[in-house]
């Protein structure tokens, strides 16, 4: 399998979970503003649309969007037990997390790293993450993790987006319960390893 990832952007989220399976892989860095694959080459020749993660499966099959990468990539490994298994209504529960983090926590964050955007309107998306945050932090007040007690992909997705907090000015010292969670989930060797292999940490 062949990861396109640029670093620290949400495509960071499948890198965890691809080194929480175990499974091989290679990984492709693109360059985000040029849209230029590491080497050579125009990224939108593998994927139109110009974003990421694009997986690339051994055939040349190309799966595009996170939340369905990293469900494939929990069900290629499932003793790893990162996502439940297809057609349970646990599997249903993660597939709600992971909606709630790309629509309302992924798309609530994308404004603010427009530069075009009016600050007027950016407080408006700082405001309504406040209120995203404050839902998981009384959520994570009773559960370690998104699905309770086990780490799955949603968990792998949560922490890449909240991790742009300090970027864009969200501040999320009033939500413990998330500070707590984002310490526990950024300590996983995994979490460490891809963080590493991404130039974001020492």
């Avoid at 370690?144 to 890449?160: C, I, N, P, Q, R």
Wanted: glycine share 6%; charged share 25%.
């Amino acid at each position: 399998m062949k990861l396109y990832y640029a670093p620290g952007a949400c495509s960071l989220s499948p890198h965890i979970v691809l080194l929480e399976a175990g499974l091989p892989f290679e990984k492709v860095k693109i360059d985000n503003k040029t849209k230029t694959m590491d080497g050579s080459g125009d990224y939108r020749t593998v994927n139109p649309l110009g974003y990421v993660p694009l997986l690339e499966l051994d055939d040349g099959t190309r799966i595009t969007e996170g939340p369905a990468i990293v469900q494939y990539i929990a069900d290629k490994a499932p003793g790893k037990n990162l996502a439940p298994a297809s057609g349970t209504l646990e599997r249903t529960r993660l597939q709600t997390w992971l909606n709630f983090i790309t629509s309302e926590l992924h798309k609530g964050f994308s404004p603010l790293f427009n530069p075009a955007m009016p600050e007027e309107a950016k407080k408006i998306f700082r405001e309504r993450l406040a209120t995203r945050f404050a839902y998981l932090d009384k959520h994570l007040a009773g559960n370690e993790y998104l699905m309770g007690k086990s780490f799955s992909v949603a968990d792998a997705y949560l922490y890449v987006v909240s991790n742009w907090a300090p970027r864009v000015n969200v501040d999320l010292a009033p939500y413990a319960n998330v500070l707590a969670y984002r310490k526990r989930v950024g300590e996983r060797p995994a979490v460490q390893a891809a963080m590493k292999a991404e130039g974001l940490i020492k």
